[in-house]
């Protein structure tokens, strides 16, 4: 049975499409047709920005109490269909379900509830002035946002923008990327349920152009983006000949420092988690590991022994850590890096190819490569995939060196006996986050990148400001 809409999700309710275009969902596991919905044009994403201009007055004069108590209803539905939003995902981008069941059926309640109680408590500031009086600071919401999402981690990501965003009183046209539409419209269902005021949340999928249009679009007041580095760089250049406000979460290539007291085999779990996790389509995935020469036979080993005893297979299953990539487009480009890093002079000490057993699916084997050299194309840039690049260092300064050696600065870990030497190791990473013996981001704290991994923090009490704007009201002046 497949799954099919035939309307969006426009001003509260299922809304009948301009056009007659259709997304196809294709599975990456079964390469089977599994659904669809009404591709967006242009003439929808207008009304969708009409149905969040004429939503906003009503939603920001709301108090932050009053949405919080929304957003708590929309946080139940949502975890009430966490199950089905976790195995959508799953089958429509070859997430891992255990993984899919955390992340994506999981985060997106937490999110709401932490951003509606963090925006409930904020109270206006009275400032004592330095020249006698003193100055009330508030904070108003920024207006409406256009958010674009990719579809690598698309129900999280999209709740990282949505709960601040509806927290702090704007209002929302979401753009789903056209491989992750399914878990977008089960979200407009339980935005349904929860009684979300008409227009508070619009969803219009569609490519590229249809997001370059949401971008550039009058009617909106904030672009919150997460995507590649490419697409980042041309939305960009659109908001700053606009001067609207824009966050970018995009593209890295985070470095996995191994130091050489560090006990790897005693954190495979961990390290899996930082290097590997969602078959290697994670933006903040440590994919070039820094090994010390004294050490380093033994630890390609055990990174290979690691991506070699990997359970490669259908996502839906709970024992599979491996799932497909999210389409042929994607299978293509990682194993175009994979003979790169071949002719370039890598040495692959497991996978590099497709899976024997699979006879359909965009399977890659998870890859390792040995004997890389920090110039090498698949040390610099951004495979999306399971593919791990060994680079050998000699002491600490060239770790840094190496490390620092790139043009992203988004994610990373340090992996050490000594937590300590490992956190004043982290200080000189170039790079938005870093995790000691593992990586996970906390809700609490400010999440994203340097130089081309973007721009701007989601998460925390950050991911809630920057749909704020605020305001000075200068008292008692003299
Ligand atoms: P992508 O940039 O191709 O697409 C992302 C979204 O942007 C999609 O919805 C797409 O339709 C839309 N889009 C593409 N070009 C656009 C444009 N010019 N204007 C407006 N919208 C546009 O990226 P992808 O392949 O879907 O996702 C993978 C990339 O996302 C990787 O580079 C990954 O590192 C990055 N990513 C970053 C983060 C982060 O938090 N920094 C998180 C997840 C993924």
Not at 70 to 78: K, M, P, S
Not at 416 to 428: C, E, S, Y
Request: glycine share 12%; net charge negative; proline share 6%.
């Amino acid at each position: 049975m497949t799954i099919d809409y035939p309307d969006l999700y426009i001003r509260g309710g299922w809304a009948r499409p301009s056009g007659d275009a259709t997304i196809p969902v294709i599975s990456p596991t079964t390469e089977q047709h599994i659904g669809s919905v009404p591709e967006g044009t242009d003439t929808d994403i207008d009304d969708a920005v009409d149905a969040a201009r004429t939503a906003l007055t009503e939603w920001a004069s709301w108090s932050a109490a009053q949405r919080a108590e929304v957003l708590g209803r929309f946080a139940d539905e949502l975890e009430s269909r966490a199950e089905d939003t976790a195995t959508r995902v799953s089958s429509q981008n070859g997430m891992p379900i255990t993984l899919a069941r955390q992340f994506e059926g999981g985060f997106p309640p937490v999110l709401l509830r932490y951003y509606g109680e963090m925006a409930a408590k904020q109270e206006d500031e009275i400032r004592p002035g330095m020249l006698g009086g003193s100055t009330l600071v508030t904070r108003s919401p920024i207006g409406v946002v256009g958010a674009i999402v990719p579809w690598n981690v698309p129900q999280a990501i999209t709740f990282l923008k949505l709960a601040p965003a509806l927290a702090a009183g704007c209002t929302v046209v979401l753009k789903p990327s056209p491989e992750t539409v399914l878990d977008a419209f089960l979200m407009a269902e339980a935005a349904i349920a929860a009684g979300l005021p008409a227009g508070v949340l619009n969803i219009v999928p569609g490519g590229r152009d249809l997001g370059a249009y949401l971008v550039a679009h009058p009617g909106i007041d904030k672009v919150s983006f997460t995507g590649s580095t490419t697409a980042g760089r041309a939305i960009g250049r659109t908001c700053g000949e606009l001067l609207r406000p824009v966050t970018l979460e995009l593209g890295g290539k985070s470095a996995a420092v191994i130091l050489d007291d560090a006990d790897l085999a005693a954190n495979l779990e961990s390290f899996y988690a930082a290097t590997l996790l969602n078959n290697g389509q994670i933006c903040w995935l440590g994919t070039r590991v820094l090994a010390p020469r004294s050490r380093y036979a033994e630890i390609v080993d055990t990174i290979t022994d690691l991506a070699k005893g990997l359970t490669v297979g259908d996502p839906l299953s709970d024992a599979t850590q491996m799932g497909p990539l999210v389409s042929a487009r994607q299978r293509h480009r990682v194993e175009s890096y994979i003979e790169k890093g071949k002719s370039d002079g890598g040495r692959v000490t497991t996978g590099g190819r497709r899976p024997d057993n699979t006879t359909h699916g965009w399977f890659v084997e998870p890859t390792v490569f040995a004997d890389v050299d920090t110039g090498h194309t698949i040390a610099q840039e951004e495979i999306f995939g399971p593919v791990l690049s060994v680079i050998p260092y000699t002491d600490e300064a060239e770790a840094i060196a190496i490390a620092n050696h790139s043009d992203y600065g988004l994610g990373g870990s340090i992996w050490t006996a000594d937590p300590d030497r490992g956190a004043q190791f982290a200080r000189g990473v170039a790079s938005g986050t870093v995790g000691i013996n593992g990586y996970s981001n906390d809700p609490t704290a400010p999440f994203g990148g340097i130089k081309s991994s973007g721009l701007g923090r989601e998460l925390g009490p950050e991911g809630l400001a920057s749909y704020q704007q605020l305001k000075s009201i200068y008292l008692d002046v003299r």
